[in-house]
């Protein structure tokens, strides 16, 4: 019977950020109340000449080394001289690869920090999509400078909903509607026309579209807001302040939202 220790000194080593081997050496931990263990996580491990030295500390503390080496070569290195030293080890990642090998006859790509990239990118959406949110509908004028793309047209071009599909591919969007009684934001005209994109409508698919959206709300499509002439001054507006912007102008009358996000998307990643 293994005798018990005042305190388990446990290394946490990573090839990236270690945060998935302290979260399972955590979680573990968390099942034995009594135990007292000092968690000493050491993470972008690269080389073995730092192995080594964990090997070495790890011996002299009488310590567990917890790890996720995804790198054949470094795993077989601490797993090699860690047992030459008697040292105890647990390999967090490696059942787990090697049973998703064996299910799925792919290799590993054995590449570091792959999770925390995804991580990453994970947050870049959701702050994509709480900007889009934010600046929505030329809520703040402050969006137009600190977004990546702009969106402008008049009402009931798509300009939220392509907002959030461009967030879910990473960009970070405002949109600005273009009304005739109201003066354009001053900032508009201080970006760089590449940064904004102008969505224009023929009248009779915007007609189509308000009416059908007045029924929605209960009332009568002979709102000014459906009406024709309307329409078409709001859209003549419209392309003037396009055209004095100098900006890419997409024609939506016969896109779905995902064609012209696609279309948005292209364009600015061939920018970038």
């Known amino acids: 019977m293994t005798k018990s220790r005042e305190r388990l000194v446990v290394y946490v080593v990573s090839d990236s950020v270690g945060e998935t081997a302290e979260l399972v050496a955590k979680a573990a931990m968390s099942q034995f109340s009594e135990a007292g263990v000092d968690l000493r996580r050491i993470p972008y491990v690269e080389d073995k000449g730092t192995l080594k030295e964990i090997i070495e500390l790890a011996q002299e503390e009488d310590a567990l080394i917890a790890f996720t080496l995804v790198i054949p070569e470094m795993k077989h290195f601490l797993l090699t001289e860690a047992a030459a030293v008697g040292v105890e080890t647990v390999d967090i990642i490696g059942p787990m690869l090697a049973k998703i090998h064996e299910l799925t006859n792919e290799e590993p790509r054995y590449e570091p920090g792959l999770i925390h990239r995804l991580d990453e990118d994970y947050f870049r959406k959701v702050e994509a999509i709480e900007f889009a949110v934010k600046y929505d509908d030329g809520r703040d004028p402050r969006g137009i400078i600190l977004a990546d793309v702009v969106l402008i047209g008049v009402s009931r071009t798509s300009k939220t909903p392509l907002s959030q599909y461009l967030a879910h591919k990473r960009f970070k969007v405002a949109n600005v509607p273009l009304v005739p009684e109201v003066e354009p934001p001053e900032e508009l005209f201080h970006i760089s026309p590449k940064k904004c994109v102008g969505l224009k409508i023929s009248p009779e698919k915007l007609n189509g579209i308000r009416a059908e959206r007045l029924k929605a709300l209960g009332l009568k499509t002979e709102a000014k807001y459906a009406d024709m002439n309307r329409i078409k001054e709001e859209l003549d507006y419209a392309s003037r302040v396009m ?30």
């Open 243 to 272: 055209a004095r912007i100098q900006c890419p102008i997409i024609d939506v009358s016969t896109k779905a939202v995902e064609e012209t996000a696609n279309m948005i998307s292209d364009m600015f990643r061939k920018k970038g």
